[in-house]
């Protein structure tokens, strides 16, 4: 199967680091380190983790911005020369196509970097709805490395100590050992931490210079997981898709003031009309006890009525407990209600709880 799988440009690397490699997006990717999960996972959380996510799409748009934005939930005018913002890409009815990062990191146009499933069906929609106005460039020789965790400004104090200056959410060009990179200051974790997009023939000469770094172990897919889930952080395709809006999802800060005040979204009378109802379900984070919630189990009142669904679960490493994601009734939302989720028939008593589940500790300056 493995030779039907595409590989990053560090699948080398992650083979003879001792990776367990698995089918992950169209790509043959590590889960796990002889470190284990476990341990990758507490190890991001106490010093750094480096993760590969050359998987993901990276392309850059140059034109008229306004197309661009037609598409997305962001206001792109809004975005000075060295910032970031999360956005969502939406359907015709609100529904959520991706979730993907904007930035202008130098002066030439909006840099892009989407989920991996998604990335072709992203890019055609946007080549598609530019055509004539605007020029989209997939970027297929760039690796992307995400650098996560407290111990990670030290090591970047070390190799790239111009980087360290930017704050969560900004991002701009510079040199890493020699070679020319992107760098933002965000990542997936709920650490500090960086995205570094450099060009692919650097990337095992620079992966290996950062997990030279005391500070440094190789995390798989595994980890990623566990660790955005006690972040609070949506999976694609999971915590959301084309079934649910940015309402739904607890993403309505996405959705820019300026976008939502001029209605000018796909979707946005749908958006409009959920938000001014207040009746559609909403995501929300849970607690329980006993072995893990898992994707697909049902949420139930106390009276056994089903009233929602889990879309992530698992054990939370940090918070040393069971956590899940999903979605339930307006009625029920509140933190600190009591709800049941069926395993296999059977109630397990939960909480709703406020996300994340763990402190952010992005760097705000």
Aim: proline share 5%; with cysteine; hydrophobic share 40%.
């Amino acid at each position: 199967m493995t030779g039907t799988l595409f590989k990053t440009p560090l699948h080398a690397l992650h083979v003879e680091l001792g990776g367990k490699m698995v089918p992950f997006a169209g790509y043959d990717m590590p889960v796990q380190y002889p470190l284990g999960i476990m341990g990758e996972h507490k190890h991001t959380r106490e010093k750094a983790g480096l993760f590969d996510v050359s998987h993901m799409g990276q392309a850059r748009y140059i034109g008229d911005e306004a197309a661009l934005e037609a598409l997305l939930t962001a206001d792109l005018s809004a975005i000075s020369a060295g910032e970031q913002k999360y956005t969502l890409l939406l359907n015709e009815t609100g529904g959520i196509r991706d979730d993907l990062m904007v930035s202008r990191p130098d002066g030439e146009g909006i840099f892009l970097v989407v989920n991996a499933a998604t990335k072709d069906n992203d890019f055609a929609l946007i080549e598609n709805a530019t055509k004539g106005k605007g020029r989209l460039t997939r970027i297929e020789d760039r690796a992307l490395l995400a650098l996560q965790g407290p111990a990670a400004k030290d090591v970047m104090e070390r190799l790239c100590p111009d980087a360290c200056k930017m704050v969560f959410m900004q991002c701009g060009v510079f040199t890493l050992d020699g070679a020319h990179v992107l760098i933002s200051r965000s990542g997936y974790t709920g650490e500090d931490g960086f995205e570094i997009s450099l060009p692919e023939d650097d990337a095992e000469r620079i992966a290996r210079l950062l997990l030279d770094q005391p500070e440094v172990e190789a995390i798989g897919l595994g980890a990623r997981d566990s660790l955005r889930l006690e972040a609070g952080l949506c999976l694609y395709g999971h915590d959301m898709d084309e079934t649910r809006t940015p309402v739904e999802a607890s993403l309505i800060w996405a959705l820019s003031k300026t976008r939502r005040e001029r209605g000018d979204f796909p979707g946005a009378d749908v958006i409009a009309a959920q938000i001014d109802a207040k009746t559609c379900q909403k995501r929300i984070g849970l607690t329980l006890s006993g072995a893990p919630a898992r994707e697909g189990a049902e949420i139930a009142s106390k009276d056994g009525k089903v009233i929602g669904i889990v879309t992530s679960g698992g054990f939370g490493p940090t918070v040393n407990g069971p956590v899940a994601m999903g979605y339930i009734d307006r009625d029920f939302m509140q933190p600190g209600t009591e709800v049941d989720i069926l395993v296999r028939g059977k109630p397990r008593a939960a909480k709703v709880v406020k996300m994340p589940f763990v402190t952010a500790n992005f760097y705000r300056g």
